[in-house]
């Protein structure tokens, strides 16, 4: 069975990509390090800094495994790119309530909401609600045994403000390194 597709906007996808890149190339080489001078003190039974030391690569090994398989499965979507008055992912909609007070949503991926934010996965009940609809519909929520009616009031496609500078932006600020990354998900750099 072919899995859901795991779109995800450039910021998202970024925000992964750097995450990968900061432990495989920082985080994961240090640990390393720290293990293999425990290792070299003698009896690793009772070295409390190698047995925590290994625990911590097994946990960044896993992210790592996790990361990988998402950014393989992503299909990275421009939010800019307009795509009229219809709710597809990537969009920034305005919707109102029956008591007159009005929230703004963005549909992200999955690996990118940021609830307090206003940005909820394309695929949540929310998401799913709105999905395909236009400007001017109303939809039924449902949470918890109530409904409520929202009516879709805006739906707008616009470009996506960047994210403050990563732990992996600074440290390449840090190197020197001016150029911008590349947004490729290559598992050889």
Known sequence: ???PKNYITPRGFKRLLDEHR?????ER????EEVAYAASLGDRSENAEY??????????DRRLRWLTR????????DPAVDRGDRVFFGATIVIGYEDGS???LVLVGQDEIESDKGRISWRSPMGAAVMRRAEGDMVTMRHLGDETEVEILEVRYEKQTPDPLSRWDLYRQELGVLEPDSLTFDEEE
């Open 1 to 3: 069975m072919a899995s």
């Open 70 to 77: 998402r950014m393989r499965a992503a299909e990275v979507v």
């Open 102 to 104: 009005e929230r703004e």
């Open 29 to 32: 080489p240090t640990i390393v």
């Open 22 to 26: 900061w432990l495989r190339l920082r």
């Open 51 to 60: 047995i925590y030391g290994k625990r911590r690569l097994r946990q960044i």
